[in-house]
């Protein structure tokens, strides 16, 4: 086998890996590092990409419920030492997805992501409510999620006021 052969098996081979890495780094939790931050780079990737608001916002609430599932999994996993982590990314998309809706002045998809708060809000309640809070400090940062929310709500309501139609 000559060296051009050699080349091309190896970047198939490297191309395959990377192809089976990023389907799997979809399901990725924060305690898996290096799957999770292929996962956290090929979120951005595809957000790069959406040069449309809508879209956009669409993947943020997309990616809402996924910051969710994780803080789920890593307060069920009793991973404290990644709560604070998971819960800053989970208000960050959050905000994200409050900013572009009130800069591009997308008031539908200010009544999703407001019904959306809510029925995170609810969960996140749960989930706070499960937390010992005897154990260490870190149910505060899932109550901030719970507040952010509360907070990303009135800032659309702030900025919509009447144009939003109840549902």
């Known amino acids: 086998m000559n060296l051009i052969s050699k080349i091309k098996l190896f970047a198939i081979g490297g191309l395959l890996l990377l192809a089976i ?19 956290r780079l090929q979120e951005k990737i595809f957000m790069i990409v959406k040069t449309n608001p809508r879209d956009k916002v669409n993947y943020y609430n997309l990616l809402l419920d996924k910051r969710l599932n994780e803080l789920i999994a890593v307060v069920g996993n009793n991973q404290s030492e990644l709560i604070l982590t998971s819960s800053l990314r989970y208000s960050t998309t959050a905000g994200l997805m409050t900013e572009i809706i009130k800069a591009h002045h997308l008031t539908d998809a200010s009544t999703i992501a407001q019904e959306k708060f809510k029925e995170h809000q609810k969960m996140i309640r749960k989930l ?26 009135q800032q659309l309501t702030d900025a919509f006021g009447n ?3 109840p549902q």
């Open 21 to 39: 890495a990023l389907l799997l780094s979809d399901r990725a939790l924060p305690s898996s590092p290096e799957l999770y931050s292929l996962k």
């Open 128 to 153: 706070d409510d499960s937390y010992p809070k005897d154990e260490n400090e870190e149910w505060k940062f899932i109550q901030d999620d719970y507040n952010y929310l509360a907070i990303y709500s």
């Open 163 to 165: 144009e939003i139609t």
